[in-house]
């Protein structure tokens, strides 16, 4: 175990699609009045792909902010993992198609599907990956994305006034103690996988005249079953990883979860008693970008409270499957480069 060092990030970038839907976009076609989606989601608007942008190139502006961010270059990465659950296509993976558009040739490419736990989950095989390899890969990108308005039924009001598009990613890599990542723990009941899903498209319904017909290639939520679940995982995810740590909320410094829907988020967040200023919520201006979520909250809190060396945050993030994960992170002072900045663009990017 020649590289057993600590791992934690070294840069972030974040990218969202230029094109928004407001609340009055989304609210007729939903049969609800945009008052309604205020009230019960938080959202208020939500980023929207070009019809010439898949999921992977967003997630490839986002990889290119973070590298040029943590003050490297493409040669540099070693490993490129996406987590996704809109990928371009059933195969090949979609970080193979982020890699050609970044030109990040020496990594290896592969994607993770865990839902809106992707990125975590694909942060720990990254953390595992850089201290075990014995092939002295250093640096690795993992980045979290959506396009979920390719998956949304309109009139659907339970998905189509939450969901949204954006990508986020993270350099990791070493780090001095006591930065870095720790307490990693992942869960998942598949016994729960029909709550949240896709139905059509797989090896199980694949694409026909009748799938199309009735739309099951658009994203079906049970929201009640789904609100319940985040109502029991969240807390116990908090609680947990406070224990194993041997700490309380008040050695933490920012609680960076997943950003399913504002307002029951920060409801659970008050039952919990994490004080507002430092929970991170992003969704009221973004909605749920999934896999992207967790990230984009993280580079967020990075960039504009911002997060200090040695401040510790807490990680939770849950998801369709149904999948769910916490870390401790100890932040290492990275840069974050979040949309709407102008520094560090990504005109790298092939096309």
Sequence with gaps: MRNAHRIGVLGMGTYLPSAVRTNADVAEGAGVTPEWISERTGVRKRHVAAADEAASDLAAHAVCSAVRAAGL??????????????????????????????AASGAVALDVSAACSGWLFAAKVAHDWLRTTEEGTRYAVVVGVEAYSRFLDPADRGTAVLFADGAAAAVLGPVPEPEGFSQFSLG????????VLIPAGG?????????????DHCIRMDGRAIGRFITDVFPRLITAALDRAGLSLNDIDCVVAHQPNPVLLRRVGADLGIPDDRLVVVGDEVGNIG????????????????????????LASFGAGMTWGSALLTWSGAPAVTAGTTALTSPGVAR
Excluded: F, N, W
């Excluded at 493409?74 to 490993?79: C, H, K, Q």
């Excluded at 998942?188 to 709550?195: I, M, P, V």
């Excluded at 199980?204 to 799938?211: F, V």
């Design 73 to 102: 270059d493409m040669a540099d990465i070693g490993l490129l993992i996406c987590g996704t659950s809109t990928p371009d296509e059933l195969g090949p993976a979609t970080a193979c198609r982020i890699q050609t558009l970044t």
């Design 188 to 195: 998942s009941d598949g016994a729960l996988a029909d709550r």
């Design 291 to 314: 896999a992207a979520s967790t990230p984009y909250a993280l580079a967020h809190a990075a960039a504009t409270r911002p997060l200090k060396p040695g401040d510790r945050v807490l």
């Design 203 to 215: 090896s199980r319904r694949p694409a026909s005249a009748a799938t199309l017909a009735g739309r």
